[in-house]
Structure formats: C-alpha cells, structure tokens
C-alpha cells in the first residue's frame, strides 16, 4: 500500500491490518540464541545504518531468535536485559509483527505469545516497505511500570529506552548482513487499535529488519 494511501486511510482511522498469511500459532518457543560468533563489536558499528530496501524472504526462526535476544532479551541471573531501561523499569515490550500473526516477545520464556493473528505490518508505519519487509517490531512502553519515574519524565525514559534497544538490533542486523530503520512515522492510534493495547500502553517507535533486497 502507497504512502499516500496510508495517510488517508490514517486521516479517516481506517488504517486496518490484512488478513493472517499463514496459520498463527498461539505461542512459538524460540530456539535458543546464539551468543558466540558475530562481527567484533567496532566493525559492527563501522557497518551499522539505515536501509529502507528488503527483501521478502523470511528470517529464519534461529536468526529472528538471537535478534529478540540482542533487541532485549535476558543476559544475566535476576532477569537484567541486553538494554538498559530507568531504575530498571523494563517498561518496553517489543511486539513483534509476522506475516502470520503479531506476537509479544517474552523474554523471561524467549518465546513468541499471539496477540492478534492478523498481518499488522502495513499498520506499522506510513512508509511503504513496511507492508512487505518480513519483519516489523514495534516498541511499546507500558506506564504502568514506571510509577517510581516522575510523570513528566515517563515519555523522554520510555524513549530512551526504546532507542537502546533499537541499537542493538541495527548492530545485531550490521553484524548478521541484515537490513533495518528505526522509524517513528506511524499511526500511533491504528496501531495500538490493532495491538488491542490499554490506556497505559504508547507507541514509541517500530523498526523494520529483512535481509537487503538485491
Ligand atoms: C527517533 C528516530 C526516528 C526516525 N524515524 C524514521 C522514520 O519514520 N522513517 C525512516 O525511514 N527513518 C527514520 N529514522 C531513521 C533516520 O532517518 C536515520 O537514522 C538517519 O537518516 C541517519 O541515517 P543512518 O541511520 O543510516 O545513519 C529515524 C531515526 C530516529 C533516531
């Protein structure tokens, strides 16, 4: 879908997921990560940038698996994550939009939970590679952990701490030959429609990731 009519149906809130492609599981259990291998940290970021060119091919379970892990999984006992967050809030959940389903990453399990088995990605941002990118993650701060932050604070944190996951995701893609874009362009309201989100819940950004196309 154009841009162009992404904004209009956006103006009129009738911007809708497609149907599922592909039947959804209710959960999907992610193989383990893979923490060994990978660029040496500084060519990484000697690599790292933003592509708006994919290809369709799907990531592969393994690949989709060590990315939830570098986005924000868990690398320490007592649950500390790849990502920093205020006063340890956690409050970022990355949801996780497939052609088949949109999933909540659960990193204490490492698995995938449905939340609607409809293909959101189109929903995901304005921008047109987006609808057909194999993968859209969307960052979604919940307010509800952050009482211990002062409210006019709560939105600059969530930020901060969407961005830091960000970043491990483009020096994860940088080092698997991946491409992706952090994008804060979307419809905020169709995509927490489609996520079914509560009033504690904001969109804060959502980040493209598919291997380069050509
Ligand atoms: C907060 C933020 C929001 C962004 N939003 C978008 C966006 O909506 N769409 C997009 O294509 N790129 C977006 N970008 C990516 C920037 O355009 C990109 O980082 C910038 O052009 C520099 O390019 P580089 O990442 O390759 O260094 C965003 C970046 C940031 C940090």
Redesign the pocket.
Known sequence: MSTFTKLALGAMGALRPRPARGKAGKSIKLPAPDKSGGLPLMRALAKR??S?EFARKPLPLPILSSLLWAAFGVNRRGGGRTAPSALDAQEIDVYVALPDGAYLYDAKAHSLRLVAASDLRRVT?Y?DFVDEAPLDLVYVADHARMRMVPVGQRESYASAAA?AIAQNVYLYSASAGLAT?????IDRSAVADALGLGHDQQVV?SQTVGYPRG
């Open positions: 940038r933003s708006r941002g921008q961005g874009v952090i994008r804060a362009w950004l």
